[in-house]
């Protein structure tokens, strides 16, 4: 007896989409193709898609330390309402996850409250790099987060030397929010006081530019992977195209989205980010990025903030906006408007997070594999809606937005949790394994 079977749906199995039927058991895909046995469940996926499960590689739940806006059980829930299985979080916590006992207390926290499957980013600071060298079996552990320009939290390290003593160290793939900080810190007089337009003003293409070059070349010299998160600019996407090997970056829904200055004048303080939201011609190549398979990865770069911090005059507010609900919904839309193929979504979402990052036994639908399933309605139309918003936050940028393509179903680890719109059961997340 099978605990679940998936059948009449379209499965992605090798390269293709195969009207296949999917025997899952203990958490595990034990058989694809026809299936004789009976189980307890079965899903008629009729006209539905089913995808390996979707992979979340950047998001903030917040937890420890701002957990009014986010913590590690809502973040969740919003994630498997997305039709996210998998999310890789961030370690710009307070106290921030820069040493191995706090790494620990967020496994810890995780544990029976996370909805999804986990691996925390260790965040690297300019005096940790000697622990930075011994994460390599170090469980639920996907990478080392280094923020080269300040944005939320307190995790800086920005000085040459610093860098190259993380790269030095590290034994993981090193993350890298890259944002020249010596740049921010001469244009900061720049920001006009209520004008969010001016935020795109003080960190400029070049503040973005500058600090990847930069990285790129120390990552070569000490031979070492690095990923590079939010790239936002056409110079950036130019360079690294060019600077391709132990090389890889990720572009956000958000940026591929809205656009300067309309984003701004209709959202105000709710589009700031950083990197920043920028102009169509930025947009363009970041498309032209993904279109030809020259980026690797689309993170959601979940970052919730509360309305009443975000309703303040600005510089007075945060940058960030909550993604992780609406990733699987704005990017189907973008492949119903045939800006990239259903097939290059997977490859973006599902198989090269486990390709970049080493993940074990997912990413793809295959016997013996986890059994995480992402099902989608690619004609399914819906309205983005501020109320449907799981986070704590309650909002979300694309508010009142029509996309068609929709997720109906999650399954993480053999179970379903989410049934068209409908969470089912407790969290029952596991640490990722790499």
């Known amino acids: ?120 980013y260790f965040g690297a600071t300019p005096d940790n790099y000697k622990e930075l060298s011994d994460l390599k079996n170090l469980v639920g552990c996907c990478g080392i987060k280094l923020f080269a320009g300040s944005s939320t939290g307190n995790l800086l390290v920005d000085k040459e030397k610093d860098i190259e003593n993380v790269f030095k160290h590290a034994s993981k793939i090193v993350s890298v929010h890259s944002e020249d900080e010596e740049i921010l810190n001469l244009r900061k007089k720049l920001r006009e006081i209520g004008n969010v337009q001016s935020h795109n003003i003080w960190r400029n293409p070049e503040c973005s530019i500058s600090s990847t070059r930069k990285i790129v070349r120390i990552a070569k010299k000490y031979n070492k992977k690095v990923h590079i998160l939010h790239i936002t600019t056409k110079e950036e996407v130019d360079f690294l195209y060019q600077n391709k090997g132990n090389l890889t970056f990720e572009i956000t829904p958000q940026h591929l989205t809205l656009s300067a200055p309309d984003c701004y004048n209709e959202l105000g303080t709710y589009a700031q980010m950083n990197p920043p939201i920028r102009e169509n011609s930025h947009q363009e190549r970041l498309w032209y990025a993904v279109k030809n398979n020259i980026n690797d990865l689309i993170g959601s770069d979940h970052a919730p903030h509360l309305k009443e911090k975000k309703d303040k005059q ?37 198989e090269n997070p486990v390709k970049i990052f080493g993940i074990q036994n997912k990413g793809y639908i295959k016997e013996n594999f986890d059994a995480d399933l992402t099902l989608i309605d690619m004609n399914k139309v819906t309205i983005i809606d501020n109320k449907h918003i799981a986070s704590k936050c309650g909002w979300t940028p694309f508010h009142g937005k029509k996309v068609k393509g929709f997720p109906v179903f999650t399954i993480i680890l053999g179970k379903i949790k989410m049934d068209n719109g409908k969470i089912i059961g407790e969290p029952s997340g596991l640490p990722i394994k790499f």
Do not use: W
């Open 1 to 120: 007896m099978l605990d679940l079977i998936i059948k009449n749906g379209k499965c992605f199995i090798q390269e293709d989409f195969n009207n296949v039927e999917i025997g899952i058991k203990n958490g595990k895909i034990v058989k694809v193709g026809n299936i004789d046995t009976e189980a307890k469940e079965i899903i008629d996926a009729k006209n539905l898609l089913v995808l390996p499960g979707c992979i979340d590689t950047q998001v903030h739940f917040r937890e420890p330390g701002s957990t009014d806006a986010e913590d590690l059980n809502t973040g969740s829930r919003a994630a498997i309402l997305g039709g996210i299985t998998s999310v890789f979080e961030m370690p710009n916590t307070n106290p921030p996850t820069s040493n191995k006992k706090e790494f620990e207390k967020k496994l810890n926290l995780a544990r029976g409250r996370m909805y999804t499957n986990h691996a925390f």
């Open 314 to 350: 600005y510089p007075d507010t945060p940058s960030g906006m909550p993604g992780v609900q609406t990733l699987l919904p704005i990017m189907l839309n973008h492949v119903n408007e045939e800006k990239l193929t259903i097939k290059q979504l997977i490859r973006l979402i599902c």
